[in-house]
């Protein structure tokens, strides 16, 4: 690889960070081979960094800001940032329209002033909005534009909505939270209550995992192909899942560091690249 995909391995290293079992994912989908795939996975981690990451809505607005002029740009200019290079250098960026590129980017603008969800229903529906763009993406780059993204874009809301459930007592103080407000009044529970471990926010706490495994079932009778990453990252979070829901502290046990790996995850990456080969071979 030139100089190009080098400059990627900073960004690859810190959605690895973030999504370690992703390492897995790597011994089929080589970035030797596919460094475009490797980039778009890297490059959404840099997007919900900045929509949920930066503390300061005028902050992160200025960051999505540069990405949307970025994306326009990108298909004449190739790109400054050093994804944006290795992603317009593949000749499936040229295949995907610029409304696509940007829809991740203006769906991550739109939601940075909401507020906290009135149910899980409202809930699904609002991160929807972001996530679903960046599976339409996704699925578009993997599979080409004629592939369904609805399977993957409920996973994908269901890996966000889990990840910020597992966030709850370091967000407890931000305008947008990770459990509805159904469950708040439910279960009589205050902003100082969400920080500190006890049975209402056990309770609290259970109920959201509860709904998202109903959820996650309901999403595999959807259609659409997923990536390799999508289908390692819907397995590994409905595994977090099933195990923090049973567990007599769900919310430590969720943000517990696990395993990445194991034979279980490996069979689940080479079955999933196996899709992936045949899908595009038509």
């Known amino acids: 690889m030139d100089a190009g995909y080098d400059a990627l391995q900073s960004y690859v290293d810190k959605w690895l960070d973030a999504q370690p079992v992703q390492r897995v994912a790597l011994a089929f989908v080589d970035p030797a081979q596919h460094p475009g795939h490797v980039a778009l996975a890297a490059w959404e981690q840099e997007l919900l960094a900045a929509a949920y990451g930066i503390r300061e809505p005028h902050v992160a607005a200025a960051k999505l800001?540069?990405?949307?002029?970025e994306l326009a740009a990108a298909p004449?200019?190739?790109g400054r940032h050093p994804l944006t290079r290795v992603l317009f250098d593949d000749e499936r960026a040229a295949r995907i329209g610029s409304e696509r590129w940007l829809a991740p980017v203006l769906a991550a603008m739109a939601q940075l002033e909401e507020g906290t969800a009135a149910d899980f229903a409202a809930q699904l529906a609002a991160a929807s909005q972001l996530h679903g763009a960046l599976a339409a993406l996704e699925t578009a780059w993997w599979f080409g534009e004629a592939a369904s993204p609805e399977r993957a874009a409920r996973l994908a809301t269901l890996a966000h909505l889990l990840h910020a459930l597992r966030r709850l007592d370091d967000d407890a103080e931000r305008d947008r939270l990770p459990l509805p407000m159904a469950y708040l009044a439910r279960y009589g529970l205050s902003r100082d209550?969400?920080?500190r471990p006890g049975a209402a926010r056990n309770a609290a706490v259970r109920a959201q995992l509860g709904e998202l495994a109903t959820a996650w079932r309901e999403a595999g009778r959807l259609p659409g192909p997923l990536s390799v990453f999508r289908a390692l990252e819907a397995r590994d979070g409905e595994r977090q899942a099933q195990r923090a829901a049973g567990a007599s502290e769900p919310l430590e046990t969720l943000q517990r560091p696990r395993?990445?790996?194991?034979?279980?995850?490996?069979?689940?990456?080479?079955?999933a690249a196996r899709h992936w080969h045949r899908t595009i071979a038509g």
């Open 65 to 69: 800001n540069w990405w949307a002029e």
């Open 76 to 78: 004449q200019s190739g």
């Open 193 to 195: 209550q969400l920080r």
């Open 259 to 271: 395993p990445a790996g194991g034979l279980g995850a490996t069979l689940a990456a080479w079955q």
